[in-house]
T-cell receptor, first 113, second 114 residues
Framework: NAGVTQTPKFHILKTGQSMTLQCAQDMNHGYLSWYRQDPGMGLRRIHYSVAAGITDKGEVPDGYNVSRSNTEDFPLRLESAAPSQTSVYFC????????????FGPGTRLLVL | GESVGLHLPTLSVQEGDNSIINCAYSNSASDYFIWYKQESGKGPQFIIDIRSNMDKRQGQRVTVLLNKTVKHLSLQIAATQPGDSAVYFCAETAWGDSSYKLIFGSGTRLLVRP
């Protein structure tokens, strides 16, 4: 199993451009989450999904959209990027509730100019 | 509000010594705690967890201690090795807004001197 994969590894955007960060898992996990990691602030959850067809907002959802059409994929969409969205983004999966062990992907480093 | 914090942003230890990384949490209702290790350029990696009905749990070279009285969590690494150099995060799970939230601390960097 590849676990949790993310693409791209690094991307540069201009303010106002749109972008989709890809996340895929092959562990048949139901629960997927997106986090952003900023210096000195730890990881903060953006959106999450408990199963295909179900998504919900995390603690910092503004400026981001997600969809979950199947179990494997959980893309994160930035419709109009802003410099404040410069960050490292991690996708994580777990088989059950968020309290169980989460497996993190390798991350996507995004720079918005 | 809920928060998870760390006392020491950077910890430097000699190879072979034991390391202790501390973490304070503020939500007394949190019932599950996790330590993650993050190496440069990689995602966080699960190390060990503990539930609130326990005060100690041991893994391979790592021990987590939970003191609910003072809301304190610590990670002990025995015989620290160069490969242990990384940033370590504690996290708590708290119920809020009809879902579980995983709240991370800001991290402690562990540097192992050869």
């Amino acid at each position: 199993n590849a676990g949790v994969t993310q693409t791209p590894k690094f991307h540069i955007l201009k303010t106002g451009q749109s972008m989709t960060l890809q996340c895929a898992q092959d562990m048949n996990h139901g629960y997927l989450s997106w986090y952003r990691q900023d210096p000195g602030m730890g990881l903060r959850r953006i959106h999450y999904s408990v199963a295909a067809g179900i998504t919900d907002k995390g603690e910092v959802p503004d400026g981001y959209n997600v969809s979950r059409s199947n179990t494997e994929d959980f893309p994160l969409r930035l419709e109009s990027a802003a410099p404040s969205q410069t960050s490292v983004y991690f996708c994580a999966s777990t088989s059950g509730l968020a309290e169980e062990t989460q497996y993190f992907g390798p991350g996507t480093r995004l720079l918005v100019l | 509000g809920e928060s998870v914090g760390l006392h020491l942003p950077t910890l430097s230890v000699q190879e072979g010594d034991n390391s202790i990384i501390n973490c304070a949490y503020s939500n007394s209702a949190s019932d599950y705690f996790i330590w993650y290790k993050q190496e440069s350029g990689k995602g966080p990696q699960f190390i060990i967890d503990i539930r609130s009905n326990m005060d100690k749990r041991q893994g391979q070279r790592v021990t987590v201690l939970l003191n609910k009285t003072v809301k304190h969590l610590s990670l002990q690494i025995a015989a620290t090795q160069p490969g242990d150099s990384a940033v370590y995060f504690c996290a708590e799970t708290a119920w809020g807004d009809s879902s579980y939230k995983l709240i991370f601390g800001s991290g402690t960097r562990l540097l192992v001197r050869p």
